[in-house]
């Protein structure tokens, strides 16, 4: 067994609702054990080179001596945490901020109108329906109701062109798994429809059925780690049993492969985009009203991109990089879709389009210029109309609304305010509007501000830095620095409950906009991918640098968070600098780049990462490979966050990282590793466990740096 010491607050506290000053705070150095781990004799040879994996037993989510370092490692994490006496501060102030009525944007179905609701503190939105769009409405589908403890939430929905019928996905505990189910709307009763092993679907309807994906029935006990292969193509009718579904698809040639489809707006066409990664995909359609059993084939290869928009009669639309590495608009004639039959509607731009919708048959075209929203309105055969006005820099939602519609929604937000929908009259193309939460933040009293540094190769990197306004920069401010870096997704300002007690508590939150996303395009997004991967990494150095020279903070007040391709970027940057690094929170990581692609859906990967299997690739993999590249050295204040159903990147990776950082650190800070339990990669968490995780994470980061917390619970 291994020990550190570490400094752990003493009670001296003095608590009053209204003193919103910050506390002082004794701190006395306590003993911390770390649970023991075994290690194994498992040795890989990799093109000649022989690689130890200690911890390759920690793969078996399913034995019980997992499960039992498991429990160990959780109960070592939360007596560590308890001991974080204003955690539970922090824990209260964001209830308090968390506690407000929270919409979607409306959208129209049959004809009612429908969105979501959080009345505050629930643990998942509500759908409501009602017939009138500013109406109050009734529960039509309430997800804190599929299971007791609110861990199994809405993993999608769609409903037929009628509005009779709602289809819709749950997943539980956090999984990719869904199940699918249909729900009467004129009846409000859920149908006898069951739909087993969906993943990476939606449901795309065709009269009275709908079309969707799924994977074969894993073996027990795989079901959350093995390789997801054969993804198939189903038309599922209302009423049948899921036995007898049609199969419209599968590639058995190459069961890697995924098949997602989508269905035009007037439920004429259905379309088919093949895909072995992230980037990349084949691209096919069915004329459903003319000819329902042959499958065209438009694009064969998977060196572009292409994302259906809808049909403008017999023409296809869909936004493109081929040919236009920040994305264009084009037009395939569904009668003769040959390439050279092809027309561009709207030609690629200096700022990358990121998607199009098409309300009030017209063309808004969301771009982004340096990371910020920009909305720009076309008719239908491409020609500019204006700029849709935004109410400042930030991020916007795409217009909603039906092809037909003279109304349209938009959400707009930003770092220091919340999501606003604004409701948009698609004629005169005025916004006002519609709904507009109150929180108990002074969003007034800070500030947003764009910074460009230099990063290792003279690559002008932008970042945006949030913090109150006026904030004397004198080094020594916690700081917190995010990043993602991979798989063409840009980071664009949104507002975030967890990050305001750092900014009350006059610290300051960065979002490095940093190569391998798609802030600026192809180009970018491929600067990052590969052999370039290294880019991203001195990218997000080169931000912790320049914050520290421009003396907002200092290593010993600097903290980095990243999730899933985020957690490699932390756990790579941590390892090859630990010096510059107060905290570090690599939350469910992508960190064992040599066995990535084993599991579940990792091979889809392959695009952005290589693959270790592969000479080439491998020689640039294991130079970065966090779990991989740990030394006996002083690392940062570590917390390892993952799942135990995360069957997206597995919590192997955060297992076998999180052991091999125990054995090897030695310096003072603690490493941790803390598993959420009932809980997957992210999506549907309830808002129970997101308080409990960032109330963690908070702590642990101010703890960490010796920075007391301004108590900002009021009343």
């Not at 299971?147 to 993993?155: A, N, P, R, V």
Request: aromatic share 12%.
């Amino acid at each position: 067994m291994k020990r550190i010491i570490i400094c752990l607050i003493a009670a001296s506290f003095f608590f009053s609702c209204k003193n919103e000053n910050k506390e002082e705070v004794k701190f006395e150095k306590i003993e911390v054990t770390y649970p023991e781990t075994k290690t194994g004799e498992v040795k890989d040879n990799y093109h000649g080179v022989e690689i130890a994996d200690p911890y390759r037993w920690l793969e078996d989510d399913n034995s019980e001596e997992t499960m039992d370092w498991v429990n160990r490692q959780n109960s070592v994490t939360q007596d560590f945490l308890y001991n974080i006496q204003y955690r539970e501060y922090i824990k209260k102030r964001l209830e308090k901020l968390w506690d407000y009525e929270k919409y979607g944007s409306p959208f129209k179905e049959g004809d009612s109108y429908y969105y979501f609701k959080n009345d505050g503190l629930q643990n998942q939105y509500v759908l409501y329906g009602a017939k009138n769009m500013k109406d109050e409405g009734e529960v039509v589908l309430d997800p804190n109701k599929f299971s007791e403890d609110g861990t199994s939430s809405l993993g999608s929905m769609s409903f037929d062109e009628s509005g009779k019928y709602l289809g819709y996905m749950v997943s539980e505990g956090g999984s990719d798994w869904r199940t699918g189910f249909i729900k009467d709307l004129s009846t409000g009763e859920v149908m006898e429809d069951r739909l087993e092993w969906i993943k990476f679907s939606g449901f795309s309807w065709k009269g009275d059925g709908f079309y969707y994906s799924r994977f074969p029935t894993p073996k027990e006990g795989d079901e959350l780690s093995a390789s997801n292969t054969h993804h198939s193509l189903y038309y599922h009718k209302v009423g049948d049993d899921q036995a007898n579904d049609k199969l419209i698809y599968v590639d058995n040639e190459n069961p890697m492969r995924n098949v997602y489809a989508q269905s035009s707006e007037d439920e004429r066409f259905l379309i088919l985009n093949m895909s072995e990664s992230t980037s990349g995909n084949e691209l096919a359609f069915i004329d459903l009203d003319n000819d329902a059993e042959k499958i065209i084939k438009v694009v064969e290869g998977f060196d572009s991109d292409y994302s259906f928009i809808d049909n403008n009669g017999d023409e296809l639309l869909f936004t493109t990089n081929n040919d236009a590495p920040k994305q264009k608009v084009i037009s395939i004639d569904s009668k003769n879709p040959s390439k050279e039959n092809w027309k561009t509607i709207i030609p690629e731009s200096d700022d990358p389009l990121r998607g199009i919708s098409i309300v009030g048959n017209k063309m808004f075209a969301s771009y982004m210029h340096n990371a910020s929203s920009q909305v720009k309105v076309f008719d239908l055969n491409g020609k500019y109309l204006q700029d849709l006005k935004l109410p400042g820099i930030g991020s916007g939602g795409g217009v909603s609304g039906k092809k037909s519609d003279k109304i349209g929604f938009y959400s707009f937000t930003s770092f220091t305010r919340p999501s606003t929908i604004y409701m948009l009259n698609t004629e005169t193309m005025e916004s006002e509007i519609f709904r507009q939460p109150t929180v108990d933040f002074d969003s007034d009293s800070y500030e947003t501000k764009q910074e460009w540094f230099t990063s290792k190769d003279g690559t002008k990197i932008p970042m945006f830095i949030t913090m109150r306004k006026g904030l004397k920069l004198d080094g020594k401010r916690p700081t917190l620095l995010y990043g993602y870096g991979g798989f063409d997704i840009s980071i664009t300002p949104s507002f975030s409950l967890t990050r305001l007690p750092l900014l009350e508590n006059d610290g300051v939150y960065v979002v490095a906009n940093i190569r391998g996303g798609g802030e600026f395009g192809k180009e970018w997004h491929k600067a990052g991918t590969k052999g370039q991967k290294q880019n991203v990494f001195d990218d997000f150095i080169g931000a912790a640098e320049f914050l520290i020279e421009n003396n907002y903070t200092s290593s010993e007040k600097l903290a980095i968070e990243g999730g899933s391709n985020g957690g490699l970027l932390v756990g790579a940057s941590m390892t090859q600098r630990p010096d510059l690094f107060a905290v570090a929170f690599p939350r469910v990581g992508v960190l064992d780049m040599l066995r990535y692609h084993e599991f579940t859906i990792g091979h889809f990967w392959a695009t952005d990462y290589g693959r270790s299997d592969n000479p080439e690739d491998f020689e640039y993999l294991i130079k970065y490979s966090p779990l991989h590249n740990v030394k006996e050295t002083a690392y940062p204040a570590t917390m390892v966050m993952t799942a135990d159903h995360d069957d997206r990147v597995v919590p192997a990776h955060s297992f076998k990282f999180g052991a091999e950082l125990q054995s090897k650190h030695n310096g003072d800070a603690p490493v941790l590793v803390r598993i959420e339990k009932s809980a997957g990669h992210g999506a549907g968490k309830p808002t129970a466990k997101i308080i409990e995780e960032a109330s963690d994470a908070i702590g642990f980061m101010f703890y960490n740096m010796n920075e007391p917390y301004s108590k900002k619970v009021k009343g």
